[in-house]
């Protein structure tokens, strides 16, 4: 374990080499699983403000869930997550032919919002769990993630260097600069 700040990183991060293949996993991450993906509390507010712009990207039934249950919902612990379809999907998932990304994205990469997607979603397969003195930083190895794991090793490309955007939007790059400082 690394230990930067207020952070535990597992070993994983830095030895597991990983490359998102979505021609390969068709968004799966956004479709499969026992629970949305987690949000922070700010990011609902973000997400009630920002609705609007993300609808005409969503599907008729994310609108639907939604409207149905509000812009979260809650996990089996009680922390806050996206809303699920039918237990399945996320309410923000969109497709293109067989592939799920996230309508939040495609909102932003249209340059209509300036919120990329929830924290959780850039960050996966890292799963960041709070504790009282501490956040756990934590590979989540999932077996629809094999592609992913297969091409970073064909690639070479640890875990922490593919998300190195996510982790600094989270951490901060002074965070991130402690964290190649501690692997090399």
Same mark, same amino acid.
């Given at each position: 374990?690394?230990?930067?700040?207020?952070?535990?990183?597992?070993?994983?991060?830095?030895?597991? *080499?990983?490359?998102? !293949?979505?021609?390969? @996993? $068709?968004?799966? @991450?956004?479709?499969?699983?026992?629970? #949305?993906?987690?949000?922070?509390?700010?990011?609902?507010?973000?997400?009630?403000? &920002?609705?609007?712009?993300?609808?005409?990207?969503?599907?008729?039934?994310?609108? /639907? /869930?939604? $409207?149905?249950? #509000?812009?979260? !919902?809650?996990?089996? !612990?009680?922390?806050? %997550?996206?809303?699920?379809?039918?237990?399945?999907?996320?309410?923000?998932?969109?497709?293109?032919? !067989?592939?799920?990304?996230?309508?939040?994205?495609?909102?932003? *990469?249209?340059?209509?919002?300036?919120?990329?997607?929830? %924290?959780?979603?850039?960050?996966?397969?890292? +799963?960041?769990?709070?504790?009282?003195?501490?956040?756990?930083?934590?590979?989540?190895?999932?077996? &629809?993630?094999?592609?992913?794991? +297969?091409? #970073?090793? $064909?690639?070479?490309?640890?875990?922490?260097?593919?998300?190195?955007?996510?982790?600094? +939007? $989270?951490?901060?790059?002074?965070?991130? *600069?402690?964290?190649?400082?501690?692997? *090399?």
């Amino acid at each position: 374990m690394i230990v930067i700040d207020n952070t535990i990183v597992s070993e994983n991060i830095i030895k597991v *080499n990983f490359c998102c !293949d979505m021609k390969k @996993c $068709k968004g799966a @991450c956004c479709i499969e699983g026992d629970a #949305g993906a987690p949000l922070e509390m700010e990011e609902i507010a973000i997400l009630e403000d &920002i609705f609007e712009s993300i609808e005409p990207y969503m599907t008729k039934k994310g609108i /639907e /869930e939604i $409207k149905k249950t #509000g812009m979260f !919902d809650y996990d089996s !612990d009680g922390n806050f %997550v996206t809303p699920l379809i039918n237990n399945k999907e996320c309410a923000y998932a969109c497709f293109n032919s !067989d592939e799920a990304g996230c309508a939040i994205e495609n909102a932003f *990469n249209d340059g209509k919002i300036d919120f990329q997607k929830p %924290v959780s979603c850039h960050l996966y397969p890292v +799963r960041i769990t709070k504790y009282k003195d501490y956040d756990a930083v934590n590979y989540h190895e999932w077996i &629809i993630c094999k592609q992913g794991l +297969r091409k #970073g090793k $064909k690639l070479n490309l640890p875990l922490y260097k593919f998300l190195k955007k996510p982790l600094i +939007r $989270k951490f901060g790059k002074e965070w991130f *600069n402690k964290l190649e400082k501690e692997i *090399n």
